[in-house]
Each structure stands twice: as structure tokens, then as C-alpha cells.
């Protein structure tokens, strides 16, 4: 076998049973390149997780087609640990097949208890080392430092040099590797045997992205403070009063180190800093780390964002972490561009986003059915994030939770919201992600995916309105164990006293979970006639006001969790002609139309090559539609607006943010 996944898709023939339940308590089928698969042989995949919704998506989409003789592959996943199969309802244990897959097959001389904590997308390089290495039976540790090795490429044991742990730290958290924390402390462990090592805040940095950063921003200025004019380095250095006191000097200037470190001022996850008195070549790598207020300098950090993201565009292959890590950087390249005013800039910003787009879409009709069904640990997908939070609150008994959902808050307008925020609150601490909207990506379908956590197959009766947020948001509560007037629901928020406005919502001491909607961004959009930079220039006077900083204030100083995260995004577009279809479309947006059946979304598709007939994945059975790709639009020729509800990556892709207070 060449992949874990063969020794399960070997189970998997079209045609064998048109029912196949299958105990999965370690996520197994769903990971992303194995449900893929499963998709093109033809099989669909369902979880049984409420008995209730999941009766009502096999009556209603799989039991009227072989009703009517027909045939498809369903495959009904159970995934609770412990679960037995035939704990599912009688009728499905007489129609189907049984099988059962887990982790301690797949990898039987292994730690169960370490690979389970595994993100599923780092199992390939696991089982091609065990194939290539086959390991004796191991032990917890052993396991661990097997893991640490061939997955995560840091022999710990060998690590000897400052230059060499900082290598390793780099490579860890600037390519987002998903380090469980009991292997983190593993390594920790091994470090703290090394007497070099001693002076690092290993507890803090090891584990964790944002303190790592943290303490590269607070070493920086002390590695600048001995750089004289001609980038030597100067003895005596001040004293800075850090919260993460380490080495003297880390070694920012070696070869291996400042190519990450340049790369991480260029994407906005470390601030350059004031250096007075310091003289740098323009060509110098320093220079990217350096606060000024030249517009040569913006120039220069525009012109190396724009040479990484065309040298990084994801292809038709890549993983949605690939794509989100890709919106990331894009979002600091757009947001740079939007608030800049060179023409030049925004002409190459719409042909890189142009043919972008095009592959985005194309991925996203072959990958994005895969994504819905994947754990909630790291959500992929807007349904997943209530979920998560859920973890949380049931992880921590004590903890209290606050959603905010901005409407129609695209990724690089967050970017240049975060800036705002920072420089009004020094102690916000922003721990920043993304994540999928729901497509088309309109505020009916995708907010109330987020406020009910669940795909809009289960709410068809309400998928054009957003008057249900309310209810759906605590029954979702409720089904995790919360009472009703536990759970707090605020929406038409942007404006006024935010901390007045909070009070009159919640009760500080019992609201144990609150979600709010800031509409202030959408307003905006839908007002909007000066495209993108008029967007960002309009957020910015905003977010100027304070709302948003007060806002959070007050719930940080009452002791939420505090997210946010946006139904979706905005893009300025172009009008390609606007369809005469008379009543036949149930929506009639911008960038999406729907109707009730294919046969009507493919007499208007014809006449409008640049939209999408997108496939109804997890959209309920009389919902089609028709979603424009690229900029274009379903406006008069030529008119230009900013809108939603397509496939373009400043659309789909949304901000996905933890906030925390600095400990003072």
C-alpha cells in the first residue's frame, strides 16, 4: 500500500451496497483526500450524529430515490468513541453493510493514545516513514520523538545550537504545522535537558504560534539596538522589559533564520519597529523589519508581497489549509494595495486575482464537499465554529463564550480592521485564522449556518430570511447542554454605546454565551460606489470611532472567549449583463441567482458563460445556483459594484479570529 487510505478505500466498490454504515471514532473518512475519493467513486457521505436531523436527510434525499428504484451509495458514518453500530436505528442495520476503520489498525505498532491527537492531514507522512522504517512496538515516548522525527522533521535529541532550535521553531510555527500539545511537551522536555537552552521561555514558545511571535517582536529591537550604520553589531545594548525574557541576543542575521524572518514582516505576522539612528542599505533584509513612513518603503513591501504570492498560488490540488494560508497573505497584499493609491498596483492586483479566481473556482467545485464533514478542532467550514466552541465551554466548565459575526467582512478588510485595533488597544492580543463561507455565499445561507452550526440542508424553511439567527443559536445551545437563558442574541450592532448596548443584552454574571451581529461593514457595502479602496477607507473611519475596540473591551474585562469571524466576503465587480428571467429565480442577487430547479438555473446558465451551476452540496433539495465566478457580475454591462454571494476567494474565505488580553 502506498497510502492509509488504500486499506480503507479497498471497502469502498460502487454498486456493492446501497447502504454502508461504518464506525469511524478517529475521523478517518472524512479527512479531506479521503473523502474526496470516496466522492468521485460515487459514494455520498452522511454523519449520525442527531437522530432527528439525520432521519430527516436519509427520508428526504436517499429513501425517495430507491424508492423509486434507483440506486446510490450512502455511506452513514458513527463517530463516537466507544460506539457500537448497532446502536443506529434498526432499519439501517437490515439495509446495510457494516465496517469499521480506526487509528490503531492502521499504525499497530504505535501510541493509540499519541496518533489520535494527530491532525488527519499529517497521517501521510506517518505512514510512509512507517512503511520505509517499519518501527518495533513503541511506548508513549518513543512514539512521540518517532512523530517528532519523520513527521514534523525535529530530531529534538540533536538540536545543539541557539541558530538550531530557532531553525526548528521557525519551521514549526511559520508552516502552520498543527503540533498536538503532548508533543510539544515532549519536546520541551528534551530541550530543557540542553544547559544552552536554558534562558528560553520554551513552556510558552513551544506550543504556542502567537507566543512564539510575540517573542521574536519583543527580541527584535534589542538585535536592532546593536546594529550600527554599517549593520555591525554594537556591545552594549538597553534594557527592554520583555515578557518573554530569553538569550541575550537571539540570531536573527544567520543565514538559515533571516529568510523566515523577513517573511514574517512581509505578511504582517510580526511589526516593524522604530530604529533610531540605524542606517540600512535598501537591498537589506533588515529593512522589511524597520518601521518608516517612506512611501519607498511601501513600495518595497508591496512590490516582495506581490513576488510571494504569485510564486505561492495554490494549484488544483492543494489542501484547504493551503488556501487559507494563502488568503492570509493575500488579504495583507490586498489590504497594502486597496489603501494605497497606485493604479499600477490595483490593475496587477485584479489580473493575479483574475486568474486566481479561476483556479480557485475550480478547486473549490472538485474540494469543497470534502470539507463540511471534517472534525471542528480547527474549523474548515463557518458550521464548524459554534461547534468548536462548544469543545471549549465543554473542555473548561467555568469558561463563557462570545461570538462576533461581522456581516460581509472580507479577509484584507479584516487586515487593515486588525492595524486599527492594535494601535487603539496595546494589550489585545489577536490570534488570527480563516475559514470557508458557505456557498453562495449570502448572508441567509452562511450567517445562519454559523448561528445553527449546522449545513443549510437543515434549515430549507428559513434559508432566504435571517429572522430564525435568534432561535437557531439557542437550540444549538441547548443541544449542548446549556438553558435557554444562558444564551444571549444581539444582531443590527455597529454603532453607539457599545458597552450600553452589551449590558442590555447579556448579564454579565449568567450569560454564559453570546452572539452578535455588527451589520456596520455590510451597510457600508451595499452604499458603496468608490470599489475596494472606498471600502477599506470607509471601514477604517469606522473602526476609528471606537465601537468595535470598546466592544471587545467590555467583553474581554467580563470574561469572554471572544471570536470573530464574517458570513462572508465582498468583491468589486464588473457588470456582464443582467438576465430578463421574470420570476423563475427565487434569489436575484449581484453575484448568485437561485431557482427551484436545474432544468430553469441551465436555460439562464447559457447565456452567461462566466457564472458557475454550482452543486447543491449540503444546500437542500430545491435550492440550484447559478454563482459568478472571477469579478463578474449579474449587473448592466459595464456598471461597477462591490458585492457577494459567488466563488471568488475574497468571498468564500473569511476571517477566523481568537482575541486575548496580554497579562499585565
Not at 320 to 328: C, G, Q, T, V
Request: aromatic share 10%; with cysteine; hydrophobic share 40%.
Amino acid at each position: 500500500m502506498n497510502s492509509w487510505r488504500d486499506a480503507i478505500l479497498n471497502d469502498f466498490v460502487p454498486n456493492v451496497s446501497k447502504l454502508t454504515l461504518v464506525a469511524d471514532p478517529d475521523c478517518l473518512l472524512t479527512e479531506e483526500k479521503l473523502a474526496l475519493e470516496l466522492r468521485e467513486r460515487g459514494f455520498d457521505l452522511i454523519e449520525f450524529n442527531d437522530p432527528v436531523e439525520f432521519r430527516y436527510a436519509y427520508e428526504s434525499k436517499y429513501r425517495s430515490i430507491w424508492d423509486r428504484g434507483e440506486h446510490t451509495d450512502l455511506v452513514v458514518i458513527l463517530r463516537l468513541q466507544d460506539a457500537e453500530l448497532e446502536s443506529l436505528p434498526y432499519d439501517l442495520l437490515q439495509a446495510g453493510r457494516k465496517l469499521s476503520f480506526n487509528l490503531g489498525d492502521l499504525f499497530p505498532t504505535l501510541s493509540y493514545p499519541v496518533i489520535e491527537k494527530l491532525d488527519r492531514s499529517l497521517l501521510d507522512a506517518l505512514f510512509d516513514a512507517q512503511r520505509k522504517s517499519p518501527p518495533d512496538r513503541m511506548g508513549d515516548n518513543a512514539t512521540k520523538d518517532f512523530i517528532l522525527r519523520h513527521v514534523f522533521g525535529i530530531a529534538a535529541e540533536l538540536i545543539a545550537s541557539e541558530v538550531e532550535l530557532l531553525r526548528a521553531l521557525l519551521r514549526m510555527h511559520y508552516g502552520k504545522l498543527q503540533i498536538p500539545l503532548m508533543l510539544a511537551e515532549r519536546l520541551i522536555q528534551i530541550l530543557n535537558g540542553h544547559d544552552g537552552f536554558k534562558a528560553w521561555p520554551l513552556s510558552q514558545i513551544v506550543p504556542n504560534d502567537e507566543a512564539f511571535f510575540a517573542f521574536l517582536q519583543e527580541s527584535y529591537p534589542l538585535f536592532l539596538s546593536r546594529v550600527g550604520s554599517a549593520n555591525q553589531v554594537r556591545e552594549n545594548s538597553p534594557e527592554y522589559g520583555l515578557k518573554y525574557p530569553g538569550p541575550d541576543r537571539l540570531p536573527f542575521d544567520h543565514q538559515d533564520i533571516k529568510v523566515y524572518i523577513d517573511n514574517l514582516f512581509l505578511e504582517g505576522k510580526l511589526t516593524p519597529v522604530e530604529a533610531k539612528g540605524i542606517e540600512v542599505d535598501a537591498g537589506s533584509w533588515v529593512r522589511s523589519g524597520i518601521a518608516t513612513s517612506g512611501v519607498d518603503d511601501d513600495e518595497l513591501r508591496v512590490s516582495r508581497l506581490f513576488g510571494l504570492v504569485e510564486k505561492e498560488l495554490p494549484t488544483a490540488e492543494a489542501r484547504y489549509s493551503d488556501w487559507i494560508a494563502f488568503a492570509l497573505k493575500w488579504a495583507e497584499l490586498s489590504s497594502l494595495v486597496h489603501c494605497g493609491n497606485s493604479s499600477e498596483h490595483q490593475t496587477r492586483l485584479r489580473e493575479i486575482g483574475d486568474a486566481l479566481n479561476t483556479t480557485f473556482a475550480g478547486w473549490l467545485a472538485d474540494h469543497y464537499s470534502s470539507l463540511i464533514n471534517l472534525p471542528p478542532t480547527n474549523p474548515a467550514m463557518l458550521h464548524h465554529v459554534p461547534r468548536r466552541l462548544a469543545r471549549d465551554i465543554e473542555d473548561s466548565s467555568s469558561s463563557r463564550v462570545a461570538l462576533l459575526v461581522v456581516d460581509g467582512l472580507a479577509l484584507d478588510q479584516w487586515v487593515t480592521m486588525r492595524q486599527l485595533l492594535q494601535k487603539q488597544d496595546a494589550n489585545l492580543v489577536v490570534r488570527e485564522s480563516a475559514t470557508f463561507a458557505w456557498i453562495p455565499t449570502l448572508t441567509s445561507v452562511s450567517r445562519q449556518s454559523i448561528f445553527s452550526g449546522k449545513p443549510p440542508l437543515y434549515f430549507p424553511s428559513s434559508i432566504n430570511s435571517t429572522n430564525s439567527e435568534e432561535k437557531l443559536w439557542k437550540q444549538f445551545w441547548e443541544g449542548h447542554g446549556l438553558s435557554r437563558l444562558d444564551v444571549a442574541y444581539q444582531r443590527g450592532l455597529g454603532d453607539g454605546d457599545a458597552a450600553g448596548i452589551l449590558d442590555s443584552a447579556i448579564h454579565p454574571g449568567k450569560t454564559k454565551v453570546v452572539g452578535l451581529v455588527v451589520d456596520k461593514v455590510d451597510k457600508i457595502m451595499h452604499g458603496m460606489q468608490l470599489g475596494s479602496a472606498g471600502m477599506h477607507n470607509q471601514i477604517k473611519q469606522w473602526c476609528q470611532g471606537g465601537f468595535l475596540a470598546a466592544l471587545l473591551d467590555q467583553l474581554l474585562e467580563y470574561g469572554y472567549e471572544v471570536w470573530l469571524t464574517a458570513d462572508h466576503g465582498n468583491i468589486q465587480c464588473n457588470g456582464k449583463g443582467r438576465p430578463s428571467e421574470g420570476v423563475i429565480a427565487e434569489t436575484r442577487g449581484e453575484r448568485v441567482r437561485v431557482y427551484p430547479t436545474p432544468e430553469l438555473r441551465a436555460q439562464v446558465a447559457g447565456a452567461f458563460p462566466f457564472a458557475h451551476e454550482w452543486q447543491p452540496v449540503g444546500l437542500p433539495a430545491d435550492y440550484f445556483p447559478l454563482v459568478a465566478g472571477g469579478s463578474d457580475a449579474f449587473v448592466n454591462l459595464g456598471e461597477a459594484i462591490v458585492g457577494h454571494g459567488g466563488v471568488a476567494i475574497e468571498e468564500v474565505i473569511v476571517p477566523l479570529v481568537k482575541f486575548e488580553r496580554k497579562i499585565r
